[in-house]
């Protein structure tokens, strides 16, 4: 029986140092299936209209996904101290040119 390995920390430490966005999504394809690598996109884009605010219907009907894989990323993303929301967040300050700190609400962070 082979032993499990969970090197993820490793994989973060890695990406974590990387500033090129092109070799992480190059790295990406070329460790996930083609099937795996469009989970991951379609999970990224339903937590993405979920946080615009759009119905889980409408985005199961859009992007073809269950409503139980739409209702776990809403729970993650409900969780005040959610890493997918933390790095959408940051993604999206990143595209717009500014800080994090620029775009976060002074209250939000007493919450």
Partial sequence: MSEQVDRLDEVAQALAGLDNPVLIEEFLRSILTESEATRVSA?????????????????SQALGVSLCNITRGSREL??????????IEVFDATAAGTSLAENRDPEEHNR
């Avoid at 999970?43 to 985005?59: F, N, T, V």
């Avoid at 409900?78 to 790095?87: E, G, I």
């Fill in 43 to 59: 999970r990224w884009e339903l937590s993405r209209q979920l946080l615009e605010g759009r119905s889980q219907r409408a985005i």
């Fill in 78 to 87: 409900q969780r005040a101290d959610s890493p997918l929301r933390q790095v």
